[in-house]
């Protein structure tokens, strides 16, 4: 009686090279959103600094008559926060007057 032989398969068929390379670009395409939300979220992080700064500034302005010669005094007399490892802040004063040009930049240059 001859013993029946089961055909050998290969252990890398079409469907499972098929299966990983869907698995694989899957994985690539999450990646990528991943980055992308991440870019937003620290540009938002910079708006959402850069606005506290302009509304401590202001409310300094309605309270004291002027606006403040920098950072430090709002953080000082108006409870604002800055995380000064992660960000830097640009404050520029051209008069007690005038409403200050404030821009906001993470260190390090790149996002995220």
């Known amino acids: 009686?001859?013993?029946?032989?089961?055909?050998?398969?290969?252990?890398?068929?079409?469907?499972?090279?098929?299966?990983?390379?869907?698995?694989?670009?899957?994985?690539?395409?999450?990646?990528?959103?991943?980055?992308?939300?991440?870019?937003?979220?620290?540009?938002?992080?910079?708006?959402?600094?850069?606005?506290?700064?302009?509304?401590?500034?202001?409310q300094c302005y309605a309270i004291e008559g002027a606006y403040p010669s920098g950072v430090d005094y709002l953080e000082e007399h108006y409870g604002l926060v800055v995380d000064h490892e992660k960000y830097e802040v640009f404050y520029s004063t051209f008069g007690s007057n005038i409403m200050p040009d404030v821009d906001v930049f993470r260190k390090g240059g790149a996002a995220g």
């Open 1 to 58: 009686m001859r013993a029946f032989k089961a055909p050998r398969r290969s252990l890398f068929s079409r469907q499972t090279a098929f299966s990983a390379l869907l698995f694989a670009a899957v994985l690539l395409v999450a990646l990528w959103a991943v980055g992308g939300i991440s870019g937003r979220t620290s540009q938002e992080q910079e708006d959402i600094l850069r606005n506290a700064v302009k509304r401590a500034a202001v």
